[in-house]
């Protein structure tokens, strides 16, 4: 079994800062592809941003140029660096795993607002 814990999220306001971090544990031979995913009250779960063990990054195109997306390989983690953040960036937060089935975090609640 694969673990996901996140950390980083919290309240703030439009404009500022968060990092977001997801550390791994447990069972794990290779990890490949690590990301966040986010869910809005009443939308579906989107893909935010994503990583390959190599460090090929992917990011959707509403967060390109405000969020950037980093891994450690050796310390199986991953993060997700936000600023500039809007309102509509409010979500809350999963981390994801491929080792190799997909293994999620439990979330983190990111709420941007005056």
């Known amino acids: 079994q694969v673990q996901l814990v996140e950390s980083g999220g919290g309240l703030v306001q439009p404009g500022g800062s968060l990092r977001l971090s997801c550390a791994t544990s447990?069972?794990?031979?290779?990890?490949?592809?690590m990301g966040w995913y986010r869910q809005a009250p009443g939308k579906q779960r989107e893909l935010v941003a994503g990583?390959?063990?190599?460090?090929?990054?992917y990011y959707v195109d509403s967060v390109k140029g405000r969020f950037t997306i980093s891994r450690d390989n050796a310390q199986n983690t991953v993060w997700l660096q936000m600023n500039s953040l809007k309102p509509e960036d409010t979500a809350v937060y999963y981390c994801?795993?491929?080792?190799?089935?997909?293994?999620w975090g439990q979330g983190t609640q990111v709420t941007v607002s005056s």
């Open positions: 447990g069972s794990i031979f290779s990890i490949g592809d």
């Open positions: 994801y795993a491929m080792a190799p089935g997909r293994y």
């Open positions: 990583i390959s063990s190599g460090g090929s990054t």
